[in-house]
Each structure stands twice: as C-alpha cells, then as structure tokens.
C-alpha cells in the first residue's frame, strides 16, 4: 500500500515521472572521493543525463563556467564535422614561380598551405615525389613559403607553461610540417655497451652532439639521465645528450620542437629533394603563390574523420588549434584568425540553437587558461551530436575505456571496458572528463565533470567512479 501523501506527490507530478528519477549532487563515493583528494565540492561541475531524458540524474554547480581543459576539444570537433564535412580534406600545393624547362626551375618553387593538421614525414615526402613525378630535377630558386591562408599573432612557445620545445607547445601555422618536432630515439646496442642515438627526421639542420654511457640499473627517470640540453637558434638547433641511459630502458624517443616553421620546412624539403636525386641549394622565405597560376603538384591530406579521431583520441593540441583555425573559413574569406573561428563556432550553435552564453573561445584546443564552458552546456552539446548525422564520426573519435587513447590505462572493470567514450582533459589545476556511457540494454548516458582546483591532480579516482557509477544505473542499479 502506498501511504496517501506519496500517492498524492505521484499524482501531483506525471512529468518527473515520465523524466525518470531526478537526484540532486554527485552519488556519495564520488563525493568522498572528492572530500579525501582535498577538493571541495564549490571546485567541482558536474552534469549526468540519459540522452532523451528531459532532466539530469546527478548535477552538481551545472551552470558555473569552468575551465575544461582539453574537453573543449569536443566543441571544435563537433563543429568541424558539421560545417566542414566528415570528407573534409586539406590540400598543400606547390607552383614553380618560373619557367620549367629539361627539369630546371628558372625561378622559385613555391609551397602554399591551407592549414593541414598533420603533414607527416611520409607525407611530405609523397608531396616530393609527385614534384619530381612532374620531371623537376633542379630548382635554381628559392623555397618560398605561402603561410598567408592563416592571420596569427607572434607566438611564443614558452607563454603557456615554460616548456617552449614541447611538441604541444607549438604554434598554428597554415604550413604545418610534421607538427615542427624531431623525434629522438635511443636504444642500447646489441653489445649493450654502448648507447645508439637516431633522429627522425635526421635534418642537416640539426645537430647531434654527444652519446650518453650505457649503465646498468632501473630505467627510472631516463630523461633526466641524459643529461640533456637543446640549443635552438630558429635556423639551426643542437641537441646534446650526455648522462647516462639504462639498458633496462630499451627503446625509448623523445619528441622536441626545434627550428621556427620556415626553417623547418626548408630542411625537410633539402633532405627529402636530395634523397630523391634533385638539386636546390637556395635559401627560405615567405611569399605568395604566383596569380592565376596552377599548382604543379597537389597533397591532398587524409579525410577530417581522421583527424579527429587523432585530436580526440590523442588528446592533440597542435592539430585541434589548427582545425579551429579552419573552421574561420566557413564564415569568413581567408585569412583565418581565432576570432573568425571562434565566431563561426558561436553562429553555427545558434543555428543549432544551442545558447551557451557563458562560452569562452580561445584556441579551440582547450590548451588555454582563458577558454570557459559550463558541464550543462557540455552535456547538452553531446546530446546535440547524439542525434546529429555525424554521430558515428564523433563517438568513434572518443577515447575508449580501457582500450586506446587517453583512457586506455583506466576503467580496467571487465563490464564497463569498451563501454564508456569520453575525452579527458588535463592541465595544472584542472581535471575533465565528458563523453558518453553506455548500457547493456542500450540506454546512453552523456557524463560532464570539471575539476577546476590547485589538488586538481588527485580528482582521478572520483572521475573515474562517477563513471562506473553512471555504468551501473545504466545496467539497472538504482542512483544513489
């Protein structure tokens, strides 16, 4: 028998009903999780909601505007997919600024950017085999750069955190070559007494000083062991390795970001033209394209969807700023710059209507102190893309539990790997998570949790249980 007053409260509301059960806060083992990291609940916004349901089941500070770290990646890659198409591609475009004539370039060879995301090493050089496919065996010129599709400040790589040779660190530009970063490996020899250094790309450009002693022990930190110093002079760059490296360590590579753009190009082109049999010996600038003229060579980059799936997956900054930057010309004629972008993403969420007044754009990458969104507005830009027709492109870019990405090391519980799709963000003082959970019958839930605090670090394992408990109720646990 149902007492007469409840009876009355079931009467009274058939719509909270017909919304499911509604919970205010957070379930009390995320809360504790919170209270033991030293991160008060006033530092945390939360939004869980099964899609379709008209109200939330946890919500904790829903409207508060966060810093969502890298999570802000979802906005620009939704859009992008919506207004560019998930076939979207990028071209780079060489022209011969002179007469060609028995395979020699009178003149400049020019390469004109459109912002291409990932121009790979392998790519770069599928672009110098089709100029040598054209017959062109010397170029008497110069290499001159068209960067102009792109409007940008100066950038400084250092600005955000200190660290200017981070790869994550680099700046837009609309000749992006192989995000501007050589990878360094090293590995013991098969003696093990000795330590061998390759780099990739191996740039005349950049030089290798130095070989660390092979040691036995721990690998530990094998970075610091190095000893490492780098010298970057824009044009040219040393990279100085002494210390020690353990044999324990096997292979390992690091990823620094040397030269300026120009020059970096400019040394991919000499080594990879060389090492096809061409010849070039001039210098660097920045240029336009000839007008009206054709471009003899074309690189077509690999489909949006691709590169989303790297942005969201790998959590990549470089690429996300670059695709945010794209997203300018679907608004406005080149140039772009972020506040084209920044406008063209505010346009297409009114045609979406999708008000989120407490949006802040800044790169599109979430690498940003300024950037702001609330964990409401996130939940309701996933349920947006739920029911959009790219939803497959979106949800397969999303890192999955347990199994690849950004979560691969976590939710290793047997029943929710490979059931959750989420992006995670992380900077110093902040720690996010949003993206979707899904249950054994089919239900789906989208999952937003902002951490916007100095113990941010210590918010993982409140994170991951929202998570796992959003997963339970979705197989039929009652919330709590």
């Known amino acids: 028998m149902i007492p007469g007053w409840r009876l009355a409260v079931l009467v009274a509301f058939p719509a909270w009903l017909a919304a499911g059960p509604v919970f205010g806060g957070l379930p009390e083992q995320v809360v504790r999780a919170f209270r033991s990291a030293q991160i008060p609940l006033s530092s945390v916004s939360a939004y869980v909601q099964e899609i379709g ?87 008497r010129g110069d290499l001159v750069l068209d960067r102009s599709f792109f409007t940008l400040p100066a950038h400084d790589p250092g600005a955000f955190d200190g660290e200017p040779l981070k790869p994550y660190n680099v700046g837009p530009d609309a000749l992006l070559v192989n995000f501007k970063s050589v990878r360094f490996v090293f590995a013991p020899n098969a003696a093990g007494d000795a330590v061998e250094i390759r780099a990739e790309p191996d740039l005349a450009e950049v030089a290798l000083r130095g070989a660390p002693r092979a040691v036995a022990g721990d690998c530990a930190d094998w970075r610091a062991s190095l000893a490492a110093s780098f010298v970057d002079h824009a044009e040219r760059a040393e990279a100085i390795f002494g210390g020690r490296y353990a044999a324990a360590c096997g292979e390992r590579d690091w990823y620094v970001a040397l030269l300026d753009h120009a020059h970096y190009v400019l040394a991919m ?142 939710f290793q519980d047997e029943e929710i790997a490979d059931q959750a799709f989420l992006k995670t963000g992380s900077l110093e003082g902040v720690r996010a998570l949003a993206g979707y959970v899904l249950g054994p019958s089919g239900r789906r839930f989208v999952v937003v949790c902002f951490v916007n605090h100095a113990n941010a670090a210590g918010a993982q394992r409140a994170l991951d249980l929202l998570v796992e408990r959003v997963y339970a109720i979705a197989a039929g646990a009652k919330p709590r």
Do not use: C
Not at 67 to 74: D, G
Not at 327 to 332: C, H, V
Not at 389 to 399: E, N
């Open 53 to 139: 349901a008209s109200r939330p089941i946890f919500s904790q500070q829903p409207a508060k505007p966060m810093n969502p770290a890298s999570t802000m990646k979802l906005v620009t890659t939704f859009a992008a997919l919506e207004l560019l198409g998930p076939d979207y591609r990028w071209r780079t475009e060489a022209y011969a600024d002179g007469p060609v004539a028995g395979g020699v370039l009178d003149g400049d060879l020019v390469l004109k950017g459109y912002g291409d995301p990932k121009i790979t090493i392998e790519q770069f050089q599928s672009l110098v085999r089709a100029l040598r496919a054209t017959g062109l065996k010397t170029i």
């Open 269 to 410: 082109f000499e080594r990879y033209w060389t090492e096809s049999g061409g010849s070039f010996a001039g210098g660097v600038r920045n240029g336009h394209a000839p007008p009206q003229a054709k471009p003899i060579a074309t690189l077509y980059s690999p489909p949006l969807y691709d590169a989303v799936r790297d942005i969201n997956k790998l959590s990549n900054n470089v690429m996300a700023r670059q695709l945010f930057l794209t997203l300018a010309t679907s608004a406005y004629p080149p140039p772009a710059t972020s506040s084209h972008a920044a406008e063209a993403v505010r346009r297409w969420l009114v045609s979406r209507k999708l008000d989120f007044p407490e949006l802040v754009l800044d790169n599109g990458s979430g690498l940003s102190r300024h950037e702001r969104i609330s964990a409401r507005s996130m939940a309701r830009l996933l349920a947006a893309a739920d029911a959009s027709k790219v939803r497959t492109d979106y949800v397969s870019s999303l890192a999955v539990s347990a199994t690849d990405g950004t979560v691969r090391r976590r």
